[in-house]
Antibody, heavy 123, light 107 residues
Framework: QVQLQQWGAGLLKPSETLSLTCDVYGASFNGYYWSWIRQPPGKGLEWIGEVNHIGSTNYNPSLKSRVTMSVHTSRNQISLNLSSVTAADTAVYYC?????????????????WGQGTLVTVSS | DIQMTQSPSSLSASVGDRVTITCRASQSISTSLNWYQQKTGKAPKLLIY???SLQSGVPSRFSGSGSGTDFALTISSLRPEDFATYYCQQSYSTPPLFGPGTTVDVK
């Protein structure tokens, strides 16, 4: 059974750096991209970016200048850093597995998700 | 970026109703469209991938259809556990954008 367990600081001040970590259990870590997705209170879902087991990354252009994602393969762990946070970064942050395969065309979807971490930015 | 819209933004329904939610992409995305269900305080759950393929473990009352720019999620007979918010998501290009969501609540 694949489980993603995430953790990190939940309260930040403006201009600080958000840091979250996601531990992956019960699944092969290699061969997948692992994504971060966020959801402001009462709003929709926004993809932040993703990282794979060799550290290759793809970021949402809207956040690219402030985002860093890294991987610790030996621990089956991924991390998210988001710098210079403001109140607009207040959200529930999720890690998720990006499944990608070629069948009758490419299949891409998020099939396993972490429990979510509420990060609040407030002075 | 490919933009996604959903309609309606919310709907009220009763147990046993047939419910259909639509999703439209701003350009053709073939069948690169996924549907998720999210309950309050929980992570989204994958229901349908590639427009019409049912994710393992998801009840058969959920079905998806469409291709190109217009898609639909149908719940054939609504059950109490189906009251939730539903999101479509395009997987045709990066960034993978989600629709704004459709909330299904009790009539």
């Amino acid at each position: 059974q694949v489980q993603l367990q995430q953790w990190g600081a939940g309260l930040l001040k403006p201009s600080e750096t958000l840091s979250l970590t996601c531990d992956v259990y019960g699944a092969s870590f290699n061969g997948y991209y692992w994504s971060w997705i966020r959801q402001p209170p009462g709003k929709g879902l926004e993809w932040i970016g993703e990282v794979n087991h060799i550290g290759s990354t793809n970021y949402n252009p809207s956040l690219k200048s402030r985002v860093t994602m890294s991987v610790h393969t030996s621990r089956n762990q991924i991390s998210l850093n988001l710098s210079s946070v403001t109140a607009a970064d207040t959200a529930v942050y999720y890690c998720a597995r990006h499944y990608s395969a070629y069948g009758m065309g490419w299949l891409n979807y998020f099939d396993y998700w972490g429990q979510g971490t509420l990060v609040t930015v407030s002075s | 970026d490919i933009q996604m819209t959903q309609s309606p933004s919310s709907l009220s329904a009763s147990v046993g109703d047939r419910v259909t939610i639509t999703c439209r992409a701003s350009q053709s995305i073939s069948t690169s469209l996924n549907w998720y269900q999210q309950k309050t305080g929980k992570a989204p759950k994958l229901l349908i991938y590639a427009a019409s393929s049912l994710q393992s473990g998801v009840p058969s009352r959920f079905s998806g259809s469409g291709s190109g720019t217009d898609f639909a999620l149908t719940i054939s007979s609504l059950r109490p556990e189906d009251f939730a918010t539903y999101y479509c998501q395009q997987s045709y290009s990066t960034p993978p954008l989600f629709g704004p969501g459709t909330t299904v609540d009790v009539k």
